[in-house]
Nanobody
Framework: QVQLVESGGGVVQAGGSLRLSCAASGRTFSSNAMGWFRQAPGKEHDFVAAISWSGTTGYANSVKGRFTISRDNAKNTVALQMNSLKPEDTAVYYC?????????????????WGQGTQVTVSS
């Protein structure tokens, strides 16, 4: 059974940092893109960042320069380093594994999803 498990969420003041981690089990995703999405209350899932099988990255404009996605294929994990956090970054953050090797921003390109981790940024 494939599972993606996020960790590292929490409450942080504006300007602070958090590091989210996602551990995959049940199969290896070294040949697949991995992504992070988020959902704020009352809103749709929004793309945050993605990383291809080879390490090419893509970011939403709202997080570019502040967030960094990385992966460790040996450990089957992906991480999201979030710096200079803003209150508008408050959301549930989801890790996802794509069916393509290439980083995509469309959530329909992702087959497996974690349960989400809450990030709250206070002003």
């Amino acid at each position: 059974q494939v599972q993606l498990v996020e960790s590292g969420g929490g409450v942080v003041q504006a300007g602070g940092s958090l590091r989210l981690s996602c551990a995959a089990s049940g199969r290896t995703f070294s040949s697949n893109a991995m992504g992070w999405f988020r959902q704020a209350p009352g809103k749709e899932h929004d793309f945050v960042a993605a990383i291809s099988w080879s390490g090419t990255t893509g970011y939403a404009n709202s997080v570019k320069g502040r967030f960094t996605i990385s992966r460790d294929n040996a450990k089957n994990t992906v991480a999201l380093q979030m710096n200079s956090l803003k209150p508008e970054d408050t959301a549930v953050y989801y890790c996802a594994a794509g069916r393509s090797p290439y980083a995509r921003s469309n959530l329909a390109e992702y087959d497996y999803w974690g349960q989400g981790t809450q990030v709250t940024v206070s002003s």
